[in-house]
């Protein structure tokens, strides 16, 4: 865990200040539509643990929470003028930002006529889930987040932590018959249909674009972050 502290002049504080505001305003606005758009897709599909095979809902649970955790912690720094880095968090969020992205890239490749699972994209807790909070969470990122300097190759696989948790306890529960085969959420996954060599080549597509994310996301909250401080440390 790292715990940096700048010193607060008047044009630091102004900045940091504004910077924590605007992220308290996001951070509400996602962890709002997350619950809110949680309980209406439950009342509309019938059943909590049914709407948990989804990623869709699991990240929104998963930004949501990460997003009221900083809310406090920016409401934290406000009043004591002191800017916090916390290694753990920072990887969480890192993770949650890269599995909303992957949450809006599927809903943007499944508009596409040869993928299976068309989205309904127009219903409300379907366009907050898949588009509205994906943007949020990474703009709350990418502007917020001290970051913890450049990212090693070896690090940014930390990006991924939520995108394998899911993946394990989802397969897991297939492989088990936790989830029947007609309840399998998306059809990559659904080996007894397809051949395990596209599962597997399925996974490590997914993989490598969250690899590929999490440097990305992380390069850009470093370089964002840093003109909140330009000309002045």
Not at 114 to 128: K, Q
Not at 131 to 140: D, Y
Not at 153 to 167: A, D, E, M, T
Request: net charge positive; with cysteine.
């Amino acid at each position: 865990m790292a715990n940096r502290t700048f010193d607060y002049d008047e044009v630091v504080n102004r900045r940091l200040r504004f910077k924590d505001h605007c992220n308290i305003v996001i951070c509400l606005s996602i962890f709002v539509l997350g619950i809110l758009s949680t309980l209406y897709k439950v009342k509309y599909e019938g059943g909590f643990f049914t709407c948990l095979r989804e990623l869709t809902v699991d990240s929104t649970l998963f930004a949501s929470f990460t997003a009221f955790a900083f809310i406090i912690l920016n409401s934290i720094e406000i009043v004591r003028r002191t800017e916090y880095t916390y290694v753990p968090i920072y990887y969480f969020r890192l993770s949650s930002a890269v599995s909303e992205l992957i949450v809006l890239l599927i809903v943007l490749i499944g508009f596409l006529p040869f993928v299976p699972d068309n989205p309904i994209i127009s219903r409300f807790d379907m366009i907050n889930m898949h588009v509205i909070i994906p943007l949020l969470t990474v703009l709350s990122f990418i502007i917020n987040d001290p970051p913890i300097g450049r990212l090693k190759p070896k690090q940014r696989l930390n990006g991924l932590i939520f995108l394998v948790f899911y993946s394990v306890i989802i397969m897991t529960c297939i492989v088990t018959g936790i989830i029947p085969k007609a309840r399998i959420p998306y059809s990559f996954m659904n080996f007894y249909d397809h051949t395990i060599w596209y599962t597997l080549a399925a996974s490590v597509i997914i993989y490598a674009m969250g690899y590929l994310l999490a440097s990305l996301l992380s390069e850009l909250n470093r370089k964002v972050y840093w003109l909140w401080l330009r000309n002045i440390m």
